[in-house]
C-alpha cells in the first residue's frame, strides 16, 4: 500500500476503524504523531446523530492545531453506516502542520473505507464545522454550480433575448436563476419562522457578498403588511397568515416578492427576478417550509385581509352551461319544403 507521505495508521486505529464500520461509535478522532496516524479519542452514540453533534464535536477541536474528526449519520448505504469527514485545519495552526494534515488527507479516507464516507467537509473556523455549519455546507451543495465564463456570456445573451411584451399567445422566457446563499442570520430566522416563534421574515440580497441577508422579523399582522413593503428597493417576504376556513383555523405560509418597478437600478432587478426562484427552492426542499401561495406585487397597497384570503383560497368557477340551441318561433310551423333532384324533371 502506498502512502502520499508515507504515513500509515497504527494499529489500535485500524482496530477502531473496523469496529466503526459495524455502528459501535458514533465519533473517531484522529491525529498525527510521531508520523503516524492514531488515536484522540471516541464517543459512543446514545441519541439521535444531530443531538449529540455539536456536543461531542466541538469540545474536541483545538484552536492550532488540525486533527481529523470522523462522524457517524444514523443513515446507510450498501457498505454500512454513512460517515461525515471533517478535516479541521484551523487558521492558526502552523503551515507545516496544514501542509502534512492535507497531504494525509487521502491516506486515512483509504485506510477508513471512503464508500463510507457521505460527506467531506473542510473547516478553518469553528463555524463551518458546527452543526449549522454542516447544514449549510448541504444547502450549498444543493445549490447549482457557479457558471464558467462562457456559461456566463451565453446567460446574458438570453437574458437580452428575453420577450418584453407578454400577450395570450407569447410566452415569457425565463432563467433557471442565480443561488446565492443564505446569510446565517437569515438561515436562523427562517428556522424560528417554521417553528412558528415568528409570524414574519423579510430578507433582502446583499450585493457585495453576493448573498441573501436578514432584513426584518417584526411582528406582523395582515394590516401591518402594507408598512412593511418598501416603495424604492425590492424584498422577498415570508407571512404567517392566520386565518379561518370553512370553520378550520389556518395558518399559511405566504411567499410575497416585491418589485417596485423602475425605481430599482436595472441589475438589482435582474439579481432579485434570478434569485427568486432557488431561494423558494431551498426554503421548500430543505427547510420544508410549504409555501401556500406565492405572489409579486409592486407595492403593498392591495394586501388586505380579503385579498389575501382570496389567493389562497380561490373562489371556483362554475362550469359554463353547454350552448342551449334556439327554440323555432311559436305558433303553426310553416309549409313543408320539397326539393327535386336532377332527374325528377324528365318524370314530369
Given at each position: ?26 465519533l ?17 452514540a ?64 483509504k ?46 445573451i ?137 405572489l ?25 352551461q ?24 324528365d318524370?314530369?
Amino acid at each position: 500500500m502506498s502512502h502520499q507521505t508515507g504515513i500509515q495508521a497504527t494499529r489500535e486505529v485500524r482496530e477502531v476503524f473496523a469496529k466503526a464500520r459495524n455502528g459501535d461509535y458514533r465519533l473517531i478522532k484522529i491525529d498525527i504523531q510521531n508520523e503516524q496516524l492514531v488515536l484522540g479519542g471516541t464517543k459512543k452514540a446514545s441519541k439521535n446523530w444531530d443531538q449529540e453533534y455539536d456536543g461531542y464535536v466541538m469540545p474536541l477541536l483545538q484552536d492550532d492545531m488540525p486533527s481529523y474528526l470522523l462522524y457517524r449519520l444514523d443513515s446507510t448505504n450498501s457498505q454500512g453506516y454513512e460517515w461525515i469527514f471533517l478535516a479541521w485545519s484551523p487558521d492558526r495552526s502552523p503551515v507545516r502542520q496544514k501542509m502534512l494534515y492535507a497531504a494525509t488527507r487521502a491516506t486515512l479516507k483509504k485506510e477508513f473505507g471512503g464508500g463510507h464516507i457521505k460527506d467531506e467537509v473542510f473547516g478553518t473556523s469553528m463555524d463551518d464545522v458546527t452543526l449549522h455549519g454542516y447544514k449549510q455546507f448541504l444547502i450549498s451543495q444543493a445549490a447549482p454550480k457557479p457558471l464558467t465564463a462562457a456559461e456566463e456570456e451565453l446567460r446574458q445573451i438570453k437574458l437580452n433575448e428575453v420577450q418584453t411584451e407578454v400577450s395570450t399567445e407569447t410566452k415569457q422566457q425565463t432563467l433557471q436563476g442565480v443561488a446565492f446563499p443564505m446569510q446565517r442570520d437569515a438561515m436562523q430566522a427562517m428556522e424560528r419562522f417554521k417553528a412558528r416563534k415568528i409570524n414574519y421574515v423579510q430578507l433582502e440580497i446583499d450585493f457585495p457578498k453576493e448573498s441573501i441577508k436578514l432584513s426584518s422579523t417584526a411582528p406582523t399582522e395582515v394590516k401591518d403588511l402594507p408598512r412593511r413593503i418598501p416603495r424604492d428597493a425590492a424584498r422577498y417576504h415570508f407571512f404567517l397568515y392566520k386565518h379561518s376556513h370553512e370553520g378550520d383555523y389556518l395558518e399559511s405560509t405566504i411567499f410575497i416578492y416585491s418589485m417596485p418597478g423602475y425605481k430599482c437600478s436595472i441589475r438589482e432587478r435582474m439579481l432579485y427576478s434570478s434569485c427568486k426562484n432557488p431561494l423558494i427552492e431551498t426554503v421548500e426542499a430543505n427547510l420544508r417550509i410549504q409555501i401556500a401561495k406565492k405572489l409579486e406585487i409592486d407595492n403593498g397597497d392591495e394586501l388586505t385581509d380579503d385579498f389575501l384570503y382570496e389567493e389562497v383560497h380561490p373562489k371556483q368557477q362554475a362550469h359554463k352551461q353547454a350552448f342551449a340551441k334556439p327554440k323555432g318561433p311559436a305558433g303553426k310551423k310553416g309549409g313543408r319544403r320539397i326539393t327535386r333532384t336532377p332527374g325528377d324533371e324528365d318524370l314530369d
